[in-house]
């Protein structure tokens, strides 16, 4: 199996798919998963002439286990780790859950040298906890420690008491099996690291970081996340970076995006994307499907990401594939 090496020897697992000449897609999975549940995108991704590199978050899937380095500082050097080695440049990024902290993290520290654009997916973003005078909204420390010792007490509860729509979203069909392989992927991930990277991006206050953005950036979440409400991640985050996009629900569909300005334009001109379709998470233990439309025809037409590169081509990002 192939392997990088991190900077403190850890091997971390990857897939590189496609060709190394194609525009290339970092894929960063999320939370307690690991890069399998990017296995309903890969094969659209490399139809349509990408690259597509996946990896397993250290203490994930099949890289090694250290006794440490999970908080997001290391994890977002490991991920630098992957694009080094594989000399990765001018890549979408595209981190779910966890993922998209990672990707914010990795771009505060080591720059948009290797990144030409950045899709943030139903984030673990900008700040989940609750600060009196800038968000009151936020959760209480309680609240997550009540989870870390729900995780503790019994990890198999803990992901049995949540339904298989929690997951997927009550308007989609998916086999046992799939539901199952998905669980199985939390239980199978030591707790000790479940405990480390929940306390990670829970404690994470990445404002400034957005803030700081020059990337073309989309941001994706359905109304319907039970994991992360959207108006305290993923609405949050597109409002901190200047110029960027905001797929939502249905309310959203005809509020005019912001176009591309100043050294995010410049940043766009380097995306030459049609991207594929079936880019959003399929296999996640977030519910962020579920949204208040009738069938996936309406939510893959609700969002539309127009890239305007040069090229002025379109994308759709859509569930068909599911």
Same mark, same amino acid.
């Given at each position: 199996?192939?392997?990088?090496?991190?900077?403190?020897?850890?091997?971390?697992?990857?897939?590189?798919?496609?060709?190394?000449?194609?525009?290339?897609?970092?894929?960063?999975?999320?939370?307690?998963?690991? +890069?399998?549940?990017?296995?309903?995108?890969?094969?659209?991704?490399?139809?349509?002439?990408?690259?597509?590199?996946?990896?397993?978050?250290?203490?994930?899937?099949? +890289?090694?286990?250290?006794?440490?380095?999970?908080?997001?500082?290391?994890?977002? #050097? #490991?991920?630098?780790?992957?694009?080094?080695?594989?000399?990765?440049?001018?890549?979408?990024?595209?981190?779910?859950?966890?993922?998209?902290?990672?990707?914010?993290?990795?771009?505060?520290?080591?720059?948009?040298?290797?990144?030409?654009?950045?899709?943030?997916?139903?984030?673990?973003?900008?700040?989940?906890?609750?600060?009196?005078?800038?968000?009151?909204?936020?959760?209480?420390?309680?609240?997550?420690?009540?989870?870390?010792?729900?995780?503790?007490?019994?990890?198999?509860?803990?992901? #049995?008491?949540?339904?298989?729509?929690?997951?997927?979203?009550? +308007?989609?069909?998916?086999?046992?099996?799939?539901?199952?392989?998905?669980?199985?992927?939390?239980?199978?991930?030591?707790?000790?690291?479940?405990?480390?990277?929940?306390?990670?991006?829970?404690?994470?206050?990445?404002?400034?970081?957005?803030?700081?953005?020059?990337?073309?950036?989309?941001?994706?979440?359905?109304?319907?996340?039970?994991?992360?409400?959207?108006?305290?991640?993923?609405?949050?985050?597109?409002?901190?970076?200047?110029?960027?996009?905001?797929?939502? #629900?249905?309310?959203?569909?005809?509020?005019?995006?912001?176009?591309? +300005?100043?050294?995010?334009?410049?940043?766009?001109?380097?995306?030459?994307?049609?991207?594929?379709?079936?880019?959003?998470?399929?296999?996640?233990?977030?519910?962020?499907?579920?949204?208040?439309?009738?069938?996936?025809?309406?939510?893959?037409?609700?969002?539309?990401?127009?890239?305007?590169?040069?090229?002025?081509?379109?994308?759709?990002?859509?569930?068909?594939?599911?």
């Amino acid at each position: 199996m192939p392997f990088v090496t991190a900077e403190d020897g850890t091997p971390i697992f990857f897939c590189d798919w496609g060709s190394a000449a194609a525009p290339p897609v970092v894929l960063v999975h999320a939370w307690a998963l690991n +890069s399998d549940m990017w296995s309903a995108q890969v094969p659209d991704l490399t139809a349509a002439g990408f690259r597509c590199v996946t990896y397993d978050r250290r203490g994930h899937g099949r +890289s090694d286990r250290p006794g440490s380095g999970y908080d997001l500082d290391t994890l977002a #050097d #490991d991920l630098a780790a992957v694009l080094d080695c594989l000399d990765v440049s001018d890549a979408l990024l595209v981190g779910h859950s966890m993922g998209a902290a990672e990707i914010i993290r990795y771009l505060t520290r080591h720059g948009t040298s290797r990144a030409a654009g950045v899709v943030l997916s139903a984030p673990m973003a900008p700040f989940l906890c609750c600060a009196p005078r800038t968000t009151p909204a936020g959760l209480r420390s309680p609240r997550f420690e009540s989870a870390r010792q729900a995780m503790r007490d019994d990890i198999g509860a803990f992901v #049995d008491a949540a339904p298989w729509s929690d997951y997927f979203g009550a +308007s989609l069909e998916v086999s046992p099996a799939l539901a199952d392989w998905t669980r199985r992927q939390i239980v199978d991930t030591p707790l000790q690291i479940l405990l480390e990277t929940q306390r990670a991006f829970t404690r994470a206050d990445l404002r400034q970081e957005l803030a700081q953005f020059t990337l073309p950036t989309l941001v994706i979440q359905g109304s319907a996340d039970r994991s992360a409400a959207i108006e305290l991640t993923g609405e949050r985050a597109a409002a901190l970076v200047p110029g960027s996009r905001f797929g939502g #629900d249905e309310r959203r569909r005809s509020r005019p995006l912001r176009k591309w +300005s100043g050294p995010v334009r410049q940043r766009a001109d380097r995306i030459r994307p049609r991207l594929p379709t079936a880019l959003a998470p399929a296999v996640h233990p977030l519910p962020f499907q579920e949204t208040p439309f009738s069938s996936r025809t309406q939510y893959r037409d609700a969002v539309i990401v127009k890239c305007q590169c040069a090229r002025r081509e379109s994308a759709v990002l859509d569930r068909r594939a599911l």
